[in-house]
């Protein structure tokens, strides 16, 4: 086994990715499609009883969820999300097509053996893996699990804020002075206050919200833009006024959600045409022009977006750190791209600078 460690995995609530230090630099190792930087953190099952994880579960989970909708039928779509958020407990998720129940150190560990099987020309046995500042006792052993599952004989956690300061350092080289991460993830938000001098970082403190992020940012605008727009042009009543139903609808919406808002990061407006969707109440197709305007984003986002700013103002308070005596600020995630999100930062925390 290696004496040093030289890959890091991001184990991600939507996205995970892997990296090599070569000669001193990081480079993402491609995924499974060899295009892209990060793989879904999605898991599904065929009925072959084989798994597959990343872009094609992903895809799979999206017509499942559809095909649910039309057939107004609750399912496991075969498919699971979003277990970074139950790390550590005893929830339960239940595959039909594998008769048993996985656990969520057991899907993690699906992700990590896939990351892991992406550098082809090595076997790794040792990697640096990322967890949120928040993450509790239970977590972080549930993380451990997961990385002796996929295989890996040794790992280090490491703060995600930590990793972005010190990928942020590495890159550009630091700047001495206190920074500011602000690191808003698909399902995790934290907020971290860091010392920089000789290029050493130290933490001076951290909080956040370990169910707070990119998606609920998408389960906002499913509730409050899609499904009302949606309902006034179709009858739908039936399916709201019945709570299993009204929750295939909504998972159904969450992926074309997730369209609108990347969309809407650089954008005034968005809009995404639905059609191959489903039928409404009386069976009539429903094929719509969805479109978001720059108001219903913000009217609709901001209160998420307020949550974490509120989290990050009051790291600063009991610190008492002003936001222009900051040297840094440094935004992870991609929910940051979001022009609103950086306005609300510019004006509430970092005003005057």
Partial sequence: MRQKIDYGIDLGTTNSAISVMTRGVPRIVKSELGETDTTPSCVAFRKNKSTVVGQQARNARDLAMVEAFRR?????????????????????????????????????????????NYARDEQIDAAVITVPAKFRQNQIDATQRAA???????CELLQEPIAASLAYGVEVGPTAGRWLVFDFGGGTFDAALMHVQD?????????????LGGKDLDAALVDSLLIPALARAYQLQRTLNNP?????????????????????????????FLEDFAAD?????????????????????????????????????????????????????????????????????????
Avoid: W
């Avoid at 958020?85 to 339960?92: A, F, K, N």
């Avoid at 159904?252 to 809009?271: C, F, V, Y």
């Fill in 72 to 116: 107004r039928t609750p399912s496991d779509y075969g498919s699971y999300v979003e277990f970074k958020r139950t790390m550590g407990t005893d929830v339960p998720y239940s595959s039909a097509l594998m008769q048993r129940s996985y656990t969520s150190e057991e899907l993690s560990a699906e992700v990590l053996k896939a990351l892991r």
């Fill in 281 to 353: 109440d009386t069976g009539t197709d429903i094929e719509f022009d969805l479109k978001m305007s720059l108001q219903d984003y913000e009217r609709v986002c901001m209160p998420t977006f307020q949550r974490a700013v509120d989290i990050t103002l009051s790291l600063l308070d009991r610190n008492k750190v002003r936001g222009n005596e900051l040297s840094l600020l440094l935004l992870v995630g991609g929910p940051t791209r979001s022009e609103t999100l950086r306005r609300m930062l510019r004006e509430q925390v970092t005003p005057n600078v």
């Fill in 244 to 272: 299993d139903q009204k929750r295939l609808f909504q998972n159904a919406l969450n992926p074309t959600a997730e369209q609108l808002k990347i969309r809407m990061s650089n954008n005034d407006g968005a809009s995404h």
């Fill in 199 to 211: 290029g050493i970082m130290k933490v001076l403190d951290t909080d956040g919200d370990n169910r």
């Fill in 148 to 154: 002796e599952l996929a295989g890996f004989k040794y």
